[in-house]
């Protein structure tokens, strides 16, 4: 039942991503209310399956690779709607519905068992700590599809080539603006998902800080985060600059993410 | 009964061949009821515009109508008749229909889709409506136009992007800062298009509006005009560090900016956009700033350029104009064929057996038990109402009267005859 959940979400996010991805040729008020109703539907579905998952596995879903792509995907589907009534973003499904579906797509190839919890997850923090991490790093996800539109809008207004996607694409100030919002929403969150984990830690191995892989590259992404915002503040780097430096830093997450679990090495071996 | 057109447009007639013809202030009152006057044209409408002089009319006999509106034209505006001839245009019936409605929807206009035209075509119809010069077909003709135009307006992306370059100028600075309200304006120097833009732009509210000029008194008069604030121009590239958007029109006659003065003044931005319209030629900022980050810098070949483009989309946008004007052209037709006289008499007749029929039905079918003869006594007495009812109707429709049309749409109406849908 679950994993037939998961694949109707799949399938809605997967017809949502192509009407999307159609948009960017050729958009009308049809085709975006069908790709926002297809969206819609696949995120109703898809948190039915979460919440089916929990109460089969009878803890938090996000314990293993598989969860917690789907989590991810679902994370930045939740930030996609609020950015979607909050700013009316013409486009935005088109560069950001691909890599919720690409998550989607890897989660749906990661192994689905349920195994039973180990004791290190055993504990409260598993809710906390993953729903900071997660939603943190969807913030990032976002500012990354949104970068993406900056340098777009950004070349075609630099260029003086307006065809294309100019005139559909939002000011470079809202994209601008959007951006910062989110890395202001993604910093914190992942300010307090390292604090949460290190607590975590604490109690479940007896140091907070251990050196392992998982930890060291949000220290890394942390600061890249810290980085980012402190040149817009002091010396200014909006714009360009602040597009470019979001999407080193969802790269760096990317690697985090998927690299380490490659690696198979360190403490966090079970996501 | 048919539509007819004589009239020249900017496509084939220069400004000074359209001045002579065209109907200007009381001109245009006196000329329209003169037109009206001709004994060929029973409708008239006069459009007078700076791109288009067009002459409308209903008449029955083309060929005739043509030859008196021309003398007509030749000597209202005292111009030779035989130079007349080559000079103008003429459509009848369907032409003169589809161009109508084509003149509306800004088909035919010098800037493809501009609004102006609508208003224009509006007023020349109020004027004759006042005047009483039009009748039942022009004024269906023009309410289809009108209605046709709108459709135009709201079902193509026709006038959707700006073509001209002030228009172009506000369209970037949208696609720059969301919100121009909270933006600060600097108009540096002065000249025609540099007013026009900056017209345009605090027309779309700017929160605050420099003005600065080599002579301060200019800067002040501009200032006020704008309601803006007079800035010293040594002072300018300071007041850089607040203005975002500027557009620069010197006549300087080298650059008033370069580069390593607009990289200071970023810093202090904290890097924030600035837009940088320079319409002076020879250019007043050095087009290096460019390449600087978050400036965007704009001459008028750039704006000029974003202008064609505008322009290509519009010609395609027109394509599906074109169709809607088929569609509405279409129902236009058929209402005016509803107005003929042999399928209205055709109708009539055929409205009538149809009353007798159903009436002799109903009371047949009651007396089940009369003979034969009564039957045909009864029927006869049905038909001979009929007819004495229907003939003075048939007779007036197939007689040769004045304003056929309005008799033919006053019984059409009257005896509920359908077919003429009222739209409106």
Known sequence: MEILLFEVALTFYFAATIVSITELFKGSKVTSRLMFLLVATGFAVHSFSIVYRYVTAGHIPITNPHEATSFFAWCMVLIFFLLHFRYRVGLLSSFVLPIVFSMMLISSMLSREIKPLSPVLQSYWLGIHTAFAFLGNAAFAMAFGIGCMYLVQEHHVKSKRLGGLFGRLPSLQTLDDINYRLITLGFPLLTLAIITGALWAESAW?????????????????????????????????????????????????????????????????? | MKVFVVGLNHKIADVDVREKLAFNGPKLEEGLLRFRELPEVEEAIILSTCN?????????????????????????????????????????????????????????????????????????????????????????????????????????????????????????????????????????????????????????????????????????????????????????????????????????????????????????????????????VPRNIDPGINDLENVYLYNVDDLQGVVDTNLFERHKEAEKAEKIIEEELETFLKWQSSLDSVPTIKA??????????????????????????????????????????????????????????????????LYGINGERNED
């Not at chain 1, 600059?241 to 080193?248: G, N, P, Q, V």
């Not at chain 2, 509106?69 to 030749?74: M, N, P, R, V």
């Not at chain 2, 057996?353 to 007396?367: A, S, T």
């Open chain 1, 206 to 271: 007896g140091s907070f800080w251990n050196w392992d892989a998982r930890q060291t590259w949000s220290l890394i992404t942390w600061f890249i985060y810290a980085i980012v915002l402190h040149a817009r503040l002091v010396a200014g780097w909006r714009g360009r600059r602040a597009a470019i430096l979001s999407m080193i830093g969802f790269l760096t997450i990317i690697i985090a993410f998927f690299g380490i679990k490659l690696l198979r090495k360190g403490l966090h071996v079970f996501l």
């Open chain 2, 52 to 280: 288009r002089v067009e002459l409308y009319a209903n008449v029955r006999d083309p060929q005739k109508a043509s030859e008196s509106i021309k003398t007509f034209l030749s000597e209202f505006h005292n111009i030779r008749r035989e130079s007349l001839d080559s000079a103008l245009y003429i459509y009848d019936d369907i032409s003169a229909a589809r161009h109508i409605l084509r003149v509306a929807s800004s088909l035919d206009s010098m800037v493809v889709g501009e609004p102006q035209i609508l208003g224009q075509l509006k007023d020349a119809f109020e004027m004759s409506l006042s005047k009483k010069t039009t009748g039942i077909l022009l004024n269906k003709l023009m309410k289809k136009a009108i209605s046709a135009a709108k459709r135009v307006r709201t079902e193509t992306r026709i006038a959707e992007n700006a073509v001209s370059i002030s228009f172009a100028a506000v369209e970037l600075a949208k696609k720059i800062f969301t919100d121009l309200s909270t933006r600060v304006f600097m108009l540096l120097g002065a000249g025609e298009m540099a007013e026009l833009a900056a017209r345009h732009l605090i027309g779309n509210g700017v929160k605050e509006v420099l003005v600065a000029n080599r002579t301060y008194e200019r800067a002040c008069d501009l200032a006020k005009e704008f309601n803006g604030r007079p800035v010293n121009f040594d002072a300018f590239i300071q007041e850089m560090t607040r203005a975002d958007i500027v557009i620069c029109s010197t006549g300087a006659p080298t650059y008033v900016l370069i580069k390593n003065q607009m990289q200071k003044v970023m810093k202090e931005r904290k890097q924030r956009q600035v837009f940088i319209i320079d319409i002076s």
């Open chain 2, 348 to 413: 009539l007749r055929e409205k009538a057996e149809e009353i007798k029929n159903e009436e002799l039905g109903k009371l047949l079918h009651k007396l089940q038990d009369i003979g034969e003869k009564e039957r045909e006594a009864i029927e006869y007495m049905a038909t001979a109402i009929v007819n004495k009812l229907i003939h003075p109707p048939t007779a007036a429709l197939k007689g040769d009267t004045e304003n056929k049309e309005l008799l033919v749409a006053a019984i059409r109406r």
